[in-house]
């Protein structure tokens, strides 16, 4: 009759191996990230969407004329491995999810030269990140949820 005394003690190993297994699966974020070269050598803003952004960055006296995305594209994030992001200078940048809070994820965002710095991503907006310099000008990584389809 030792066998009922097995099965509870295995049940009891279960409940407690149960949320340090739910504890390490992996959190996931879907993240739209377009790389925006800015600079102050004509006027253009291509394509016209990035016109917010310019308006924003000439609110916080980011005197940039020019705005051009060289990429754009949806990656998911996740909390265990960085994922890359590949620049048009060569270099990388690296996104990794920190948390989730509500309707907020915390990222850390990895560049090339300057360190790392966490952000806030909620559903609405984005956040603008200076990942290094190209063709006389600064790009820019952008980060918003992407959009409802």
């Known amino acids: 009759m030792r ?6 003690t295995l049940a009891l190993l279960g409940l407690f191996l149960l949320p340090a297994a739910a504890q390490a699966q992996e959190e996931k974020l879907k993240v739209q990230v377009e790389v925006v070269l800015v600079s102050r050598k004509g006027t253009e803003v291509d394509p016209p969407q990035l016109q ?5 960055f000439q609110r916080q006296n980011f005197n940039f004329t020019s705005f051009k995305r060289l990429s754009q594209q949806t990656l998911e994030v996740g909390s265990k491995d960085a994922t890359e992001v590949k620049l048009p200078n060569g270099a990388n940048a690296s996104l990794k999810l ?3 809070q509500g309707d907020t994820a915390t990222l850390r965002v990895e560049v090339p030269q300057g360190g790392g710095m ?19 000008g600064e790009l820019i990584l952008v980060l918003s949820s992407p959009p409802a389809k």
């Open 52 to 56: 917010k952004m310019k308006e924003t």
């Open 118 to 136: 966490d952000v806030e991503l909620g559903r609405q907006g984005s956040v603008y990140q200076n990942v290094g310099k190209h063709v006389g």
């Open 98 to 100: 920190l948390r989730m």
């Open 3 to 8: 066998m009922p005394a097995a099965l509870s």
